[in-house]
């Protein structure tokens, strides 16, 4: 069973073109959109939309929050995040990210950003592991843990995860397709302080997951002493021994 999960905040002029690009392919069985207590009319846009389900969350939980609210209301074993502010989509994109997973050649991949808007396509290829775009099995979004305080950070943690459990990544060309600029939707201003606080919460994760990961090499150091500590003392004790 596969689910398409979208998480939404105030994107009630781009999302219906992601949705009907959604519903062109024949894979996904479930198509969900979290709206993230959006002002404007996203959520009357989503629901317009046959085969749409729509939850509506009563305060802003960020983008790891709302994708987290989207697989608690799923079962499916396969799960396919896509940003609603995207261009150019189409279906072929969404069966292109989703059959390497289907096919079982990787337990995650991931769409890239190519020939469509510049500084989309620019953003991808200095960091094409920090998209939205990515398909994965149920058991490595889960995980993950306190996921939900992730916000925009969502990313990061994901490729973790990959790293950590040694999951098969794939990358697919997401020809033609860009993203929406925050300072395209939001004006200069407060788009360019949405993106401050955007990367900002990328930051916090990157060093979330590095102190993680020192912590757990720290665990493995402990814990090798111990066994070495438990075995010399054992050889000790039998070299003490009298002989008979």
């Not at 073109?17 to 959006?38: C, F, Q, T, W």
């Not at 189409?90 to 069966?95: A, G, L, Y």
């Not at 302080?193 to 990367?199: P, Y």
């Amino acid at each position: 069973m596969v689910a398409v999960i979208i998480p939404a905040f105030n994107e009630g002029a781009r999302i219906r073109a992601v949705l009907e690009a959604v519903r062109g392919s024949s894979l996904p069985d479930e198509i969900i959109v979290v709206n993230d207590a959006s002002t404007d009319n996203t959520s009357a846009v989503a629901k317009s939309i046959e085969g749409v389900r729509v939850i509506e969350l009563p305060r802003n939980a960020g983008k790891g929050g709302a994708m987290a609210v989207g697989v608690e209301a799923t079962q499916a074993d396969v799960l396919l995040f896509i940003d609603a502010d995207l261009q150019g989509v189409r279906p072929e994109h969404i069966d292109a990210i989703l059959k390497p997973v289907l096919n079982r050649r990787c337990e995650m991949c991931i769409g890239v950003f190519r020939g469509g808007k510049f500084w989309s396509t620019s953003a991808h290829r200095v960091a094409p592991y920090i998209s939205g775009q990515r398909a994965m099995r149920r058991s490595l979004f889960l995980s993950i843990p306190h996921i939900g305080e992730l916000r925009m950070g969502i990313e990061v943690a994901l490729n973790a995860a990959a790293k950590r459990s040694n999951s098969r990544v794939a990358r697919v060309v997401l020809r033609g397709v860009s993203n929406t600029h925050k300072e395209r939707k939001m004006g200069i201003v407060r788009g360019a302080a949405a993106r401050a606080k955007m990367w900002a919460e990328i930051g916090r994760a990157v060093v979330r997951v590095r102190r993680k990961k020192k912590r757990a090499v720290a665990s493995d150091v402990t814990c090798s002493q111990r066994s070495w500590s438990v075995f010399r003392s054992g050889a000790l004790r039998t070299r003490s021994r009298p002989r008979r």
